[in-house]
């Protein structure tokens, strides 16, 4: 039973910077669809960034330039730089693993870790 871990969130200030990463608790073929989702207080979930099997990544607008995603290897599968960050930035930030190489349903979540930009 495969279980994802985040960590690296935690309080900074506007302008600062953090490096999410995602570990897998058991081997997980990296060559699906991983995401980054987050959900701010009295907010609904929202996808932050993706990156397919092929490697293509999606942002949203609102992280567009300042968010990059990428994969990485067997244990720590994915990761998530966070530059410029700003208080709209905080939330819960979740990893998510989806069936597919094309991101159809993601299926596999992690318990989130906190970000707060003051």
């Known amino acids: 039973h495969v279980q994802l871990v985040e960590s690296g969130g935690g309080s900074v200030q506007a302008g600062g910077s953090l490096r999410l990463s995602c570990v897998a608790s058991?081997?997980?073929?990296?060559?699906?669809?991983m995401g980054w989702f987050r959900q701010g207080a009295g907010k609904e979930r929202e996808m932050v960034a993706r990156?397919?099997?092929?490697?293509?990544?999606t942002y949203a607008d609102s992280v567009k330039g300042r968010f990059t995603i990428s994969k990485g290897n067997a244990k720590i599968i994915l990761y998530l730089q966070i530059n410029s960050l700003s208080p709209e930035d905080t939330a819960m930030y979740y990893c998510?693993?989806?069936?597919?190489?094309?991101?159809?349903?993601?299926?596999?979540w992690g318990r989130g870790t906190q970000v707060t930009v003051s």
């Open positions: 998510a693993a989806a069936a597919d190489r094309w991101c159809s349903s993601f299926y596999l």
């Open positions: 058991t081997y997980t073929y990296t060559g699906n669809c």
């Open positions: 990156i397919d099997g092929y490697g293509s990544t």
